[in-house]
């Protein structure tokens, strides 16, 4: 009686509420707590990255890896190539520097795949080469297709490498900019070699021993350049229902370009003179727009490109890598890396059904990016049969 009478006086009533209003309260300051601890044990995970890196730079006796390399040296002794003289800057800029295949990291995310190991977790890793000067690019990627996430039960990682640009202040300022990024997003890996278009071997390369060390395991990686549109969603279907291949097979997917010759024009882009490639036609090569890889192949071509010298095209050079492991690029026809054919002249270009059953579009200008990968996931979106293209 007493017992129950304690339970309906309204001072133990009120102490009662007190009771659990101040067990709400313990529960909030552990929670706020707990977030606080989370949050410290992050940004220590952050300082450790910095510190491995640092202790990097300055050459650990113990790390398998060098973070810093001296300065790679010119070779002269390319100035007796026949027709030296008579070569286009860029091209000698080229020859000179074509035996150089390490370069000190200024930026790098060596947890970006949960180490060696959890490398096997990353399901399609993005690597996207982005110049520094094109933040924007990067910023609007990091918020439509190449968002990290876990897509239908996977998931997706990004990285986009980089070199430098500019010289002096400009190049500094360039730096911090990256800099700035990374602390943000941790998404960069950066070199300190100059980021020109002959030099996108060098990237690539650069990039598959980074790959070697850090995510040997990852099953599928998407690479291409900053100003496509990739449907990842559409990427990660494809990847999951091939037959019998989880990356541990080959896979190098893209826009098959085959019997191309190199481009002889003293104007053109992707002039290549004989001093620097003299067989016949390229090997059938994926457009370098965008192609996918497994993680497999990706580790074949980084042994083969270890005796192979560097060929400036990069794409041409990655199926040199390829055919020499026996493996060959295979078509998709949802990769444009030539951009969409639409035959009707009057049909709006960036209608999201043409885009919806692709892959990869290039190129894409970074205004039209986040209106597209919205209007591609809206479940209402009805496409006719003609839209197909
Ligand atoms: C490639 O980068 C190296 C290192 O910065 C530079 O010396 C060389 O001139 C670059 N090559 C080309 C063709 O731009
Ligand atoms: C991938 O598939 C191969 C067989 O093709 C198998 O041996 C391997 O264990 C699989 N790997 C994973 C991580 O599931
Ligand atoms: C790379 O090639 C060497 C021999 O040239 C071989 O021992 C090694 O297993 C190869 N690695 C891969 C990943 O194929």
Not at 178 to 194: N, P, T
């Amino acid at each position: 009686m007493n017992k129950f009478r304690l339970f309906t006086d309204n001072t133990m009533k009120n102490k009662a509420s007190t009771a659990s209003a101040s067990a709400v309260m313990i529960a909030l300051v552990v929670v706020v707590y707990l977030g606080f601890f989370q949050s410290v044990s992050e940004s220590h995970l952050n300082t450790r990255d910095a510190d491995e890196w640092q202790s990097g730079i300055h050459g650990t006796p113990n790390s398998k890896y060098k973070y810093s390399w001296p300065e790679c040296e010119r070779d002269s002794s390319v100035e007796s190539i026949s027709g030296f003289n008579t070569l286009p800057n860029h091209i000698k800029d080229f020859l000179y520097y074509q035996h150089c295949r390490h370069f000190s990291m200024l930026l790098d995310a060596p947890h970006k795949c949960g180490g060696p190991k959890g490398s096997a977790n990353v399901f399609l890793l993005l690597v996207i080469k982005s110049s520094p000067v094109n933040y924007d690019r990067r910023e609007v990627l990091r918020n439509t297709w190449a968002r990290e996430r876990i897509q239908n039960g996977v998931w997706i990682r990004r990285l986009f490498i980089s070199g430098t640009q500019e010289t002096g202040y400009n190049k500094k300022r360039l730096n911090r900019l990256l800099a700035l990024e990374q602390r943000k997003y941790r998404d960069i890996l950066q070199w300190d070699f100059h980021d020109t278009f002959f030099n996108l071997t060098l990237k690539q390369i650069l990039f598959l021993e980074w790959m070697e060390r850090n995510c040997p395991h990852v099953r599928f990686m998407l690479n291409g350049d900053d100003d496509v549109f990739a449907n990842t969603d559409n990427m990660i279907l494809y990847l999951q229902n091939l037959p019998d291949n989880n990356g541990s097979k080959h896979l190098f997917a893209g826009d098959v370009i085959k019997g191309a010759r190199p481009i002889r024009s003293t104007d053109s882009k992707y002039y290549v003179p004989p001093q620097v490639y003299d067989a016949g036609p390229y090997p059938s090569y994926c457009g370098g727009g965008g192609f996918l890889l497994s993680g497999f192949t990706a580790l074949k071509m980084y042994n083969m490109s270890l005796s192979i010298p560097l060929l400036p095209i990069d794409d041409v050079y990655l199926a040199m890598c390829s055919e020499k492991a026996g493996l060959r690029p295979e078509s998709h026809l949802g990769v444009r890396t030539a951009g969409l054919y639409i035959p009707d002249a009057n049909a709006d270009r960036y209608d999201p059904c043409y885009f919806r059953e692709m892959l990869l579009v290039h190129r894409f200008l970074s205004v039209n990016m986040y209106v597209m990968w919205h209007d591609i996931q809206d479940p209402d979106l009805n496409c006719s049969p003609s839209s197909v293209l």
